[in-house]
């Protein structure tokens, strides 16, 4: 007696998608796209034009294809939403951050011996959570308390557990009702303006250490930075920062002598310690830094005395991929109150979530956009931003793999130069719809792993000769 395999549904839906006749098409459009776990599709059509005489030279239309339509990658930076578009993000911002560190893609090498640093600026305690706490490679108690006192609620002060660092009460207030909501949806929404706060006080505290007016500071010196934003697992921002100092013309130029790490490092705590965002619509409130700021030299070698380019730049790469749902929240925004009960999140951040929606509608919240970026905590700010000068924008490093791409394909079908003095290209898209169908998510994330092994092999393959 013979017995037939028993597949699953998405299974089943997989070979029936792959028994289609437009699929080998479309599969080589999912490739095209990195394995995109929610790619855009589009209709429409691309004419290149000899712009001297009118003559149609390629005709490109959705009509066409097989499937009708044509794929394009979403785009996303969230690893949560789609892991190949993010894998993209991770390695766009990594060169971004390595070549404003070491030179390379029209960064000088000269730049690493820039001083610079690399800083966490953390925001303050709204109430005690249980944490993770190692010392010497051991797992430490989270709050230990001999006298085993309680809150004005009657529940603990203390806790004396081991927590590991995927331990999911990491993050949770020890009390809910003590706990400062309020206070703590409002420091994210207000997160951006203290950073921008910041980086307008740094000139004034380096103008007054190194003994001269901001004038003559601009004439000197230029701060050039790039930060990521990372939720703590208390549901709070905060800011990972790599800071570097010029001369007058950016990176090109090297700053006057006496400008030096140890200057940097002052400057940053003192800015930091000065920099405040008063808010002047409703209860009074000031937000302010954390205490706990971190800065480490950076250095080429990792055998200095600080943290090596290398591992700043993977690790800011790394976060610069994740979202709010790090800290237990979701990663789409929320409609409706009554969704929230539903959420699979964390209870503290389902308190976050309820505060952002409660505060939204009151007269002096309204301008935070609060119920809109409730799924962040209230944090409304971009997650990784740069100054002018820090090195290659993530648009220069997009544009030269578009024109990569497009001259490939322009050499697969014969067609001249790309000269803009002769061709002219008129191109008209319309979207019509996003995401992967019946039976395709299956292939779609084989192309990517497919993808991501191919790459992984050859890093360590060059990795190998080098």
């Known amino acids: 007696m013979t017995v037939s395999p028993t597949f699953s549904a998405d299974m089943v839906a997989a070979m029936e998608r792959a028994a289609m006749p437009d699929f080998a098409r479309w599969q080589r459009m999912v490739y095209a796209t990195g394995g995109c776990a929610q790619p855009v599709r589009l209709h429409g059509e691309r004419l290149t034009l000899d712009s001297r005489t009118g003559e149609v030279l390629d005709v490109y239309r959705t009509a066409d294809e097989p499937t009708g339509f044509l794929l394009t990658a979403c785009g996303n930076r969230r690893a949560s939403r789609c892991p190949a578009c993010s894998a993209v993000y991770k390695d766009d911002t990594y060169h971004l951050i390595i070549s404003g560190l070491r030179g390379g893609k029209g960064v000088p090498e000269e730049v690493s011996g820039h001083p610079r640093v690399f800083a966490t600026f953390t925001a303050p305690s709204f109430g005690a959570v249980h944490a993770h706490r190692e010392q010497a490679g051991k797992t430490r108690p989270c709050r230990p308390r001999r006298d085993h006192p309680v809150c004005p609620h009657g529940r603990p002060e203390g806790c004396g557990r081991k927590h590991d660092r995927d331990d999911p009460q990491v993050g949770q207030p020890l009390c809910v009702d003590c706990y400062d909501y309020i206070g703590a949806v409002l420091w994210n929404a207000h ?120 591992r700043v730049a993977a690790y800011v790469a790394k976060y610069a991929t994740k979202g709010a749902e790090s800290a237990g929240t979701v990663d789409r925004p929320i409609r409706q109150p009554w969704e929230i009960a539903r959420l699979k999140v964390s209870e503290h951040a389902r308190r976050m979530i309820y505060t952002c929606f409660s505060l939204a509608d009151l007269p002096p919240y309204r301008e935070l956009l609060l119920r809109q970026w409730s799924h962040m905590l209230g944090y409304r700010g971009h997650f990784s931003t740069k100054s002018r000068h820090y090195s290659i924008t993530l648009g220069d490093l997009r544009q030269v793999r578009a024109d990569y791409r497009a001259e490939q394909a322009r050499i697969l079908l014969g067609l001249p130069d790309p000269d803009p003095d002769k061709t002219l290209t008129v191109a008209e898209w319309r979207y019509a719809g996003s995401g992967l169908r019946n039976g395709e998510p299956f292939w779609a994330e084989l192309a990517r792993q497919r993808i991501a092994t191919a790459r992984r092999t050859a890093r360590d393959r060059d990795k190998h000769v080098a």
């Open 191 to 310: 997160a951006g303006a203290l950073w921008r706060e910041f980086t307008k006080t740094m000139p004034s505290v380096l103008a007054r250490l190194l003994g001269v007016t901001r004038a003559a500071l601009r004439r000197t010196v230029r701060l050039s930075y790039a930060k990521v934003a990372e939720y703590q697992a208390r549901g709070l921002v905060h800011f990972h920062a790599v800071i570097r100092l010029d001369g007058p013309d950016g990176p090109t130029d090297r700053p006057p002598d006496g400008v030096s790490v140890e200057l940097l490092d002052r400057a940053l705590r003192q800015a930091a310690q000065q920099s405040a965002v008063r808010v002047t619509d409703g209860p009074s409130l000031t937000v302010r830094w954390g205490d706990q700021l971190d800065v480490r030299p950076v250095y080429v070698s990792p055998d200095l005395d600080g943290v090596s380019d290398q």
